[in-house]
């Protein structure tokens, strides 16, 4: 099973880039996006029902915002949108669903470089995340989350570490969250798989850094320990073009 992420910076922008060819290219079981910006009623046809895919949307109550979409071969057994948390579902940033051999969290999480509320709400949904995450775990399910986290692990996962430690995204509160993350037994797919550095998944708009591949790998999947020996693949599709971040994915097998 191929599942990929993207944060695609606009699903109707990307529209006009090819996207619908990268998704017959790539052919995944699943596709999570995030950073839609839509709503589903400024769709058209092809991004709602495009063919072999059952389409899902999460939408921002602000218009041109946020956002989170999975397009999905096999029907999910459930569907939940949101963490259950009222403050931090209004911005339409999760879906989870529910499959019969894992848990699939989709999540955009939010951007703290705008001010220290912003700062603080990112906080408080990272942790809101890993105690809906932790629950599916008690109950002896599998746990697959994939998304834009907005922060990079360690210094192997930005261009220019030192300059960037005062600024949200690679601040000390934001990694340390990152390595309690994986102290409860999650594990970074992609550095299972991929020790280079260099490997990066978001270019600022500004000054040629895609070019240059001066940038930031904040964006990941990770899985439960217990799912290490159904993890055969992680990649990082840094050629595709169309969006500020690239996609990314894992092969797995049960």
């Known amino acids: 099973m ?15 880039k090819g996207f619908l060819d990268f998704l017959t290219k790539e052919n995944p079981d699943i596709l999570c996006l995030q950073e839609t910006k839509a709503q589903e009623d400024q769709l058209d046809e092809n991004l709602i029902s495009p063919k072999k895919y059952q389409t899902i949307w999460a939408s921002a109550e602000k218009k041109g915002y946020s956002g989170v979409a999975i397009f999905t071969k096999k029907e999910p057994n459930k569907i939940i949108k949101g963490l259950g948390v009222k403050k931090l579902d209004s911005e339409g940033r999760t879906i989870i669903a529910e499959y019969d051999d894992f848990v699939l969290f989709n999540i955009y999480f939010p951007n703290g470089q705008k001010d220290e509320i912003r700062l603080q709400y990112k906080m408080d949904f990272y942790a809101a995340f890993l105690k809906v995450s932790e629950k599916y775990r008690k109950a002896g399910k599998h746990v697959i989350t994939c998304g834009d986290y907005n922060t990079a692990h360690k210094e192997i996962d930005l261009t220019h570490p030192k300059p960037n430690e005062k600024y949200s995204g690679f601040l000390p509160m934001e990694r340390e969250w990152m390595d309690k993350y994986i102290s409860k037994g ?10 280079e550095p260099k ?56």
């Open 186 to 195: 999650y594990l970074d797919t992609f550095r299972e798989k991929n020790t």
């Open 199 to 254: 490997q990066y998944t978001w270019w600022t708009y500004r000054g040629g850094a895609r070019a240059k591949n001066v940038g930031w790998r904040i964006d990941y999947f990770f899985i439960n320990e217990e799912m290490k020996k159904n993890l055969k693949d992680a990649f990082i599709l840094q050629e595709v073009m169309g969006s500020d971040h690239c996609p990314l994915g894992i092969k797995i097998k049960f």
């Open 2 to 16: 191929k599942i990929i992420s993207w944060n695609v910076n606009g699903v109707r922008a990307i529209q006009k």
